[in-house]
Antibody, heavy 119, light 111 residues
Framework: EAQLVESGGGLVKPGGSLRLSCAAS????????MSWVRQAPGKGLEWVGR??????????DYAAPVKGRFTISRDDSKNTLYLQMDSLKAEDTGVYYC??????????WGQGTLVTVSS | QSALTQPRSVSGSPGQSVTISCTGT?????????VSWYQHYPGKAPKLMIY???KRPSGVPDRFSGSKSGNTASLTISGLQAEDEADYYC???????????FGGGTKLTVL
């Protein structure tokens, strides 16, 4: 059974940076397309971005609000997904989830890690 | 405001049926048969309940079903059980530019 565990969240000042990690197990991580999804307090889910498997090209894609500030990467040797977040804004506050993207849906999710952007 | 519109809350008694709607546009829900639904208990990992509008992953009870008409998708839960009380989110593919959009979530209360 797939397991995803996010880490790296915390309190950061506006304009600061944070790197989230997502440790994967229970499936062939290197073959998986992976995504980040976030949830602001009291709001719905919001797609952040995704990275293809290296065998499919490894391309990344981002939602407009984070494009140019966030970077998704992966280390298949460590079965780990990353989200580098720079130039953070208050509106980036929320719980960040990693998820496996299987074709047209998100098959497995982690429990999330909380990011708070505040001075 | 979320890209897809869901009712903030729905409720039903044990054994009853409830339907949660998810309204988008012809650029997302209406344009693709790639609607999925997720059950989320606060503090836990969301769980896939329905994908490709009507398909149910193995292990999901057949009390859960999905449908779509035009720009609105629906999740129906029949034979409500106390354990169904959770937040439910819809998601749709929205084309290569926007990629994926989610609903604002619906809180299901089992009375």
């Amino acid at each position: 059974e797939a397991q995803l565990v996010e880490s790296g969240g915390g309190l950061v000042k506006p304009g600061g940076s944070l790197r989230l990690s997502c440790a994967a197990s229970g499936f062939t991580f290197s073959n998986a397309w992976m995504s980040w999804v976030r949830q602001a307090p009291g709001k719905g889910l919001e797609w952040v971005g995704r990275i293809q498997s290296k065998t499919d090209g490894g391309a990344t894609d981002y939602a407009a609000p984070v494009k140019g500030r966030f970077t998704i990467s992966r280390d298949d040797s460590k079965n780990t997904l990353y989200l580098q977040m720079d130039s953070l804004k208050a509106e980036d506050t929320g719980v960040y989830y990693c998820a496996t993207r299987i074709g047209s849906y998100y098959g497995s999710w982690g429990q999330g890690t909380l990011v708070t952007v505040s001075s | 405001q979320s890209a897809l519109t869901q009712p903030r809350s729905v409720s039903g008694s044990p054994g009853q049926s409830v339907t949660i709607s998810c309204t988008g546009t012809s650029s997302d829900v209406g344009g693709y048969n790639y609607v999925s639904w997720y059950q989320h208990y606060p503090g836990k990992a969301p769980k896939l309940m329905i994908y490709d509008v009507t398909k149910r992953p193995s292990g999901v009870p057949d009390r859960f079903s999905g449908s779509k008409s035009g720009n609105t998708a629906s999740l129906t839960i029949s034979g409500l059980q106390a354990e169904d009380e959770a937040d439910y989110y819809c998601c749709s593919y929205a084309g290569s530019y926007t990629s994926w959009v989610f609903g604002g979530g619906t809180k299901l209360t089992v009375l």
